[in-house]
C-alpha cells in the first residue's frame, strides 16, 4: 500500500494529462484501417454472392425493363438496392451496352437509378445492427459449412457480407472514439466546413478505397461521434458521389463508344449533381433537417444521400435528350474511310485493237 502511494506522489499531473489528451494515432489509424478494410470485404462479399445468386436474372430484367427513362430508373433503382452497389450495376450496364443488348439511350435511366438504390445501403448502415453482427457471422458460417450446393453457400456468405459491413462500421466506430475528445483533431475537421473542402475530401478519399459507401460510412461515424455536423456530413457526401465514378470510368476503357459514353455519362450527372448540390447547399441543408426532424447526425446524412440522388435523377431525367446529344458530339462515331483498291493493269495483258 505504501508503495502504491509512492507511485501516486511521484506522478506528474501534467504528464498525466497530456498522456490522457494525445491519442496514440498509430492505433487509431491501425484501426480505423481494419475497419474499412472489413467493410469493403463484406460489401465485395455481398455484392459478388447476391450477383452469383441473381446475376443473370438482373442482367436479363435490366435488358428487358429499359424501354423508356422512366422504367429504366425504377430498374436501376431495385437491382441496385438487390445486389448492394451501384458501381456493380453500372458496370454491368456498361458491358450490356458493349454487347449490343442495350442501347446507349437505355443506360441513361439505369444509371440515374442505380445512384438512388445505393442509399438503400447507407439507411441500413445508420440502424444500430452492430451489436447483432455476431449473429449474423454465426448464422453465415454455419450455412457455408453445411451448404450441399453452390446457392446455398452463396446465401451462407450473403449473411457473412452483411455481418462483416456492420462489423466493420463498429470497428471504425470505436477506433474514433480517442479523438472525439482531441481538440487538434477536432479544428481539422472544422476546416471541412467549407464545402468545397469537404468534396474535396470526399472525393479523395472515395478515389483511393474505391467505394462511396464506405466514405459516407466514415461520416456516418464520425457523425456518432458527434465530431461532424450535418454541413460537413453532406459535404463528404457529395465528394463521395464524384470519387465513384473512377471505376466506372475504368470498366468503360477499351469499350465500344456506346459503352463509353454510358461511363461517361455516369461522370457527367455526378458532376452536375454536385455542382448543384453546392450552388444551394444551405437551402438543401435546411431542407434536410426538416424533413429529418429530431432525428440524429447520422440519420441526416443517410436522409440527404438519398434525398440528394432523388432530386439529381428527378431534375435531369428531363434532360437526357440533350445530354445524348452533348455525349455524341463530345464522343462521335468513328468515321471509317474505305480506299478504294488500285489495279495495276499490264500492258501486254490488254489486247490490241485490230
Known amino acids: 500500500m505504501?508503495?502504491?502511494f509512492e507511485i501516486l506522489l511521484n506522478l506528474n499531473p501534467t504528464k498525466v494529462f497530456q498522456s490522457m489528451q494525445t491519442p496514440d494515432f498509430l492505433v487509431i489509424?491501425?484501426?480505423?484501417?481494419?475497419?474499412?478494410?472489413?467493410?469493403?470485404?463484406g460489401l465485395t462479399l455481398m455484392s459478388d454472392s447476391l450477383k452469383a445468386i441473381a446475376g443473370n436474372k438482373?442482367?436479363?430484367?435490366?435488358?428487358?425493363?429499359?424501354t423508356n427513362i422512366f422504367t429504366g430508373i425504377l430498374t436501376?433503382?431495385?437491382?441496385?438496392?438487390?445486389?448492394?452497389?451501384?458501381?456493380?450495376?453500372?458496370i454491368m450496364t456498361i458491358a450490356l451496352v458493349n454487347a449490343h443488348l442495350l442501347t446507349f439511350r437505355q443506360s441513361l435511366g439505369v444509371v440515374m437509378g442505380s445512384n438512388i438504390g445505393t442509399t438503400f445501403v447507407t439507411q441500413i448502415m445508420v440502424f444500430q445492427l452492430s451489436e447483432y453482427s455476431a449473429i449474423l457471422l454465426l448464422i453465415g458460417l454455419i450455412i457455408v459449412l453445411t451448404a450441399q450446393s453452390l446457392p446455398r453457400k452463396n446465401l451462407g456468405h450473403i449473411f457473412l457480407g452483411v455481418g462483416l459491413i456492420f462489423f466493420g462500421l463498429e470497428t471504425m466506430d470505436n477506433s474514433v472514439l480517442p479523438l472525439r475528445n482531441y481538440p487538434p483533431f477536432l479544428a481539422l475537421l472544422q476546416n471541412l466546413q467549407n464545402p468545397y473542402w469537404g468534396v474535396l475530401t470526399g472525393g479523395l478519399f472515395t478515389l483511393i478505397i474505391q467505394a462511396s459507401?464506405?466514405?459516407?460510412?466514415?461520416?456516418?461515424?464520425?457523425?456518432?461521434?458527434?465530431?461532424?455536423?450535418?454541413?460537413?456530413?453532406i459535404s463528404l457526401m457529395m465528394g463521395a458521389e464524384i470519387g465513384t465514378c473512377s471505376d466506372t470510368l475504368l470498366a468503360s476503357i477499351g469499350r465500344s463508344r456506346e459503352a463509353i459514353r454510358t461511363?461517361?455519362?455516369?461522370?457527367?450527372?455526378?458532376l452536375a449533381s454536385v455542382g448543384l448540390g453546392l450552388m444551394f447547399i444551405m437551402p438543401f441543408t435546411q431542407l434536410v433537417i426538416w424533413i429529418s426532424g429530431e432525428a440524429e447526425v447520422a440519420r441526416m446524412i443517410a436522409n440527404a444521400h438519398f434525398l440528394?440522388?432523388?432530386?439529381?435523377?428527378l431534375i435531369f431525367a428531363s434532360f437526357t435528350a440533350q445530354t445524348s446529344v452533348l455525349l455524341y458530339w463530345l464522343l462521335p462515331e468513328k468515321v471509317t474511310t474505305t480506299i478504294p483498291e488500285v489495279i495495276e493493269i499490264k500492258p501486254e495483258l490488254i489486247n490490241p485493237i485490230k
Open 213 to 233: 459507401s464506405a466514405t459516407v460510412g466514415i461520416a456516418i461515424t464520425l457523425a456518432k461521434q458527434n465530431m461532424i455536423d450535418i454541413s460537413i456530413g
Open 2 to 4: 505504501r508503495f502504491f
Open 58 to 66: 438482373m442482367q436479363s430484367i435490366l435488358a428487358r425493363f429499359t
Open 29 to 41: 489509424s491501425l484501426n480505423l484501417l481494419s475497419g474499412v478494410v472489413i467493410f469493403l470485404y
Open 308 to 313: 440528394f440522388n432523388v432530386l439529381g435523377v
Open 263 to 270: 461511363g461517361l455519362f455516369h461522370l457527367i450527372f455526378n
Open 76 to 90: 436501376g433503382t431495385l437491382v441496385t438496392a438487390v445486389l448492394g452497389s451501384s458501381s456493380l450495376v453500372i
